[in-house]
Nanobody, 124 residues
Framework: QVQLVESGGGLVQPGGSLRLSCVAS????????IAWFRQAPGKEREAVAC????????YIAPSAKGRFTVSRDVAKHTGYLQMSGLKPEDTAVYYC?????????????????WGQGTQVTVSS
């Protein structure tokens, strides 16, 4: 049974940084992808970034490119989303997701494992 545990959200001022972590357990091999989605009130859930745990291939959404980076520690079964230059419009609940594939999928429907979500609030 796959479980995802995320951490690292919080309140930060505009221009600040946060790092989200997602620890995955239950995958038999390292051929899976970890993704981050976010959902602001009244908006649809959108993909922010994802990374293949086997080869580290990343995807960063256009809205996050140049500000967010994604990385992983295979030995710790953990993916990281480093967010810098945060803006008020980045405020949302951020969810970690994973699927048993190396494909960098950006649709929420393609992921069947989800973390509990963590609130990120960017405000002065």
């Amino acid at each position: 049974q796959v479980q995802l545990v995320e951490s690292g959200g919080g309140l930060v001022q505009p221009g600040g940084s946060l790092r989200l972590s997602c620890v995955a357990s239950g995958f038999p091999l390292d051929y899976y992808t970890i993704a981050w989605f976010r959902q602001a009130p009244g908006k649809e859930r959108e993909a922010v970034a994802c990374i293949s745990m086997s080869d580290g291939a990343p995807y960063i959404a256009p809205s996050a490119k140049g500000r967010f980076t994604v990385s992983r520690d295979v030995a710790k079964h953990t993916g990281y989303l480093q967010m810098s230059g945060l803006k008020p419009e980045d405020t949302a609940v951020y969810y970690c997701a994973a699927h048993d594939s190396e494909r960098l999928a950006v649709r929420a429907s393609e992921y069947d494992n989800w973390g509990q979500g963590t609130q990120v609030t960017v405000s002065s």
